[in-house]
């Protein structure tokens, strides 16, 4: 089995995140702060990702209607990052709502919580292509199963919620898309608070907040953070 985790950023562990971690970028997509050439491999990411400019946009579609704090906040972190030096590049290509997209192929994923990534308060996005019409995604703590034919997007905090995708006899990739919250607390923005339907419902009002978060990211000062 091939497990492709693409990462913006990185922590000093990609098992366990603390708060205080320092983010590099992912070493699948590129050198660190001590530069030189990307390596073959990460060129190949690199011009992955850049082909993936329809997918993120699909997946990140749930997000902005669901849950837009999270969205904001994410933004935000991107334009923070865009302006390092050894993560600027990959951040201006990346196109995803989210800082973390796992590619998983022709697994069945035993039911699960992902502790160890994403936050009790965040939203995750999957996204199964391929595959055959069996396949179910299962919710076991809200008594769910749904087809999870090809093109099937779901949006849940796989942190909080019990899940697993069953296997399948055809050939199929997953790709799953959340949020690092230690990357939100190196630039002082704060933890989303959970998603409801009220909440959702002022879109007006969610879009003047992304439009002033993003301000404030871009204004901001990047000195004190690259010291």
């Known amino acids: 089995e091939v497990r492709m985790v693409l990462m913006l950023i990185s922590v000093v562990s990609d098992c366990y995140q603390r708060w205080g971690d320092k983010i590099y970028v992912s070493s699948d997509l590129g050198p660190g702060p001590t530069g030189g050439p ?3 491999r990460q060129a190949a990411f690199q011009k992955f990702i850049r082909e993936q ?3 993120a946009c699909l997946m990140t579609v749930p997000l902005v209607l669901t849950h ?7 933004r935000a972190s991107l ?3 865009s302006v390092i030096p ?3 590049d990959r951040a201006r ?3 995803f709502g989210f800082n973390v997209v796992t590619i998983i192929p022709n697994r069945q994923a035993l039911l699960h919580r992902d502790r160890k990534s994403g936050f009790p308060t965040c939203s995750d996005t999957v996204l199964s292509i391929g595959g055959d019409s069996g396949t179910v995604l299962e919710l076991s703590g809200i008594g769910a199963r749904f087809h999870y034919t090809s093109g099937t997007m779901a949006i849940f905090s796989g942190h909080t919620h019990i899940h697993g995708a069953s296997a399948s006899t055809e050939e199929r990739v997953c790709f ?3 949020a690092r919250p230690s990357v939100f607390r190196q630039f002082g923005l704060h933890m989303p ?3 409801t339907i009220e909440r959702s419902l002022h879109h007006t009002c969610w879009a003047s907040y992304i439009e002033e978060i993003l301000d404030w990211a871009r204004r901001g000062n990047q000195a004190k953070y690259m010291t």
């Open 79 to 81: 334009e923070k990052l």
């Open 86 to 88: 050894h993560l600027g």
């Open 68 to 74: 837009p704090e999270q969205y904001a906040v994410t």
């Open 53 to 55: 400019l329809e997918t």
């Open 38 to 40: 990307p390596s073959e």
């Open 193 to 195: 608070e959970r998603p």
């Open 176 to 178: 799953a898309a959340y």
């Open 93 to 95: 290509e990346w196109a």
